[in-house]
């Protein structure tokens, strides 16, 4: 077991690791927890029972996030012509011309979103191996692949914390709902947004306990574990 520090230890002296906490009183914790020089992200771990080996049991979806992720979102938009114009009106931070495709098969990959017209789409898929395992691949289903009327949408949408979930291979969701600097009042009403969108992509096909756990975390920090039936409330 790799040795702790001695901040990190403090910050788990705090954490009850046999009692679930309810959201205000996760969200309290968390903010006391931050054991970092720099502003810690907070997260949350979804534990589902899903098993994703199927494909009628997959979960993956996006949601706005009311008061955002609290970190400037760096865009890049794979656009030609008078879409690269309306996406560079909208905000994006990038328009992946062929050169900057170029240094994105050279493994460059400075930008946070990407974002694609359905016409970019053949030279987009010759990506798919870099952008792919980062979480950066353009994908109709997650949202981010829009034609030239709407980017404007998505890209605000984008800066202003648009988050994208999805469950792995081991049936966990992780995302992020802001900072440990947020107030609580915003944490939680982060949380519940999340929450409320996870609950909404529950597959058809599953059976049985959807979210059987939630854990609350940041960046370094002991993991705090929910009430269920209180969040999910």
Same mark, same amino acid.
């Given at each position: 077991?790799?040795?702790?520090?001695?901040?990190?230890?403090?910050?788990?002296?705090?954490?009850?690791?046999?009692?679930?906490?309810?959201?205000?009183?996760?969200?309290?914790?968390?903010?006391?927890?931050?054991?970092?020089?720099?502003?810690?992200?907070?997260?949350?771990?979804?534990?589902?029972?899903?098993?994703?080996?199927?494909?009628? =049991? @997959?979960?993956?979806?996006?949601?706005?996030?009311?008061?955002?992720?609290?970190?400037?979102?760096?865009?890049?938009?794979?656009?030609?012509?008078?879409?690269?114009?309306?996406?560079?009106?909208?905000?994006?931070?990038?328009?992946?011309?062929?050169?900057? #495709?170029?240094?994105? =098969?050279?493994?460059?990959?400075?930008?946070?979103?990407?974002?694609?017209?359905?016409?970019?789409?053949?030279?987009?898929?010759?990506?798919?191996? #870099?952008?792919?395992?980062?979480?950066?691949?353009?994908?109709?289903?997650?949202?981010?692949?829009?034609?030239?009327?709407?980017?404007?949408?998505?890209?605000?949408?984008?800066?202003?914390?648009?988050?994208?979930?999805?469950?792995?291979?081991?049936?966990?969701?992780?995302?992020? #709902?802001?900072?440990?600097?947020?107030?609580? =009042? @915003?944490?939680?009403?982060?949380? =519940?947004?999340?929450?409320?969108?996870?609950?909404?992509?529950?597959?058809?096909?599953?059976?049985?306990?959807?979210?059987?756990?939630?854990?609350?975390?940041?960046?370094?920090?002991?993991? #705090?574990?929910?009430?269920?039936?209180?969040?999910? @409330?």
């Amino acid at each position: 077991m790799a040795k702790r520090g001695r901040k990190y230890l403090e910050a788990a002296a705090k954490v009850d690791r046999n009692r679930y906490y309810t959201r205000a009183e996760a969200v309290k914790l968390i903010k006391e927890t931050a054991v970092t020089k720099f502003d810690p992200t907070v997260e949350v771990h979804f534990r589902l029972g899903v098993d994703p080996r199927h494909a009628d =049991q @997959q979960v993956r979806d996006v949601v706005v996030l009311p008061h955002g992720l609290g970190k400037t979102v760096r865009i890049l938009v794979f656009a030609e012509g008078e879409d690269a114009r309306l996406a560079e009106e909208a905000g994006a931070d990038i328009i992946a011309d062929d050169e900057v #495709i170029k240094k994105i =098969q050279g493994g460059w990959v400075d930008f946070d979103v990407a974002i694609a017209t359905p016409a970019m789409m053949g030279k987009v898929g010759r990506l798919g191996r #870099i952008l792919g395992p980062r979480g950066l691949m353009p994908n109709p289903r997650a949202g981010t692949v829009a034609p030239g009327p709407d980017l404007g949408n998505l890209i605000r949408e984008s800066k202003a914390g648009r988050v994208e979930f999805r469950v792995d291979r081991t049936a966990n969701v992780h995302a992020p #709902i802001g900072k440990a600097s947020f107030s609580e =009042q @915003q944490l939680l009403e982060n949380l =519940q947004t999340l929450i409320e969108a996870v609950k909404r992509a529950r597959p058809a096909a599953a059976k049985g306990t959807y979210i059987r756990r939630i854990t609350l975390a940041n960046t370094m920090g002991p993991g #705090i574990r929910l009430d269920t039936t209180e969040a999910l @409330q």
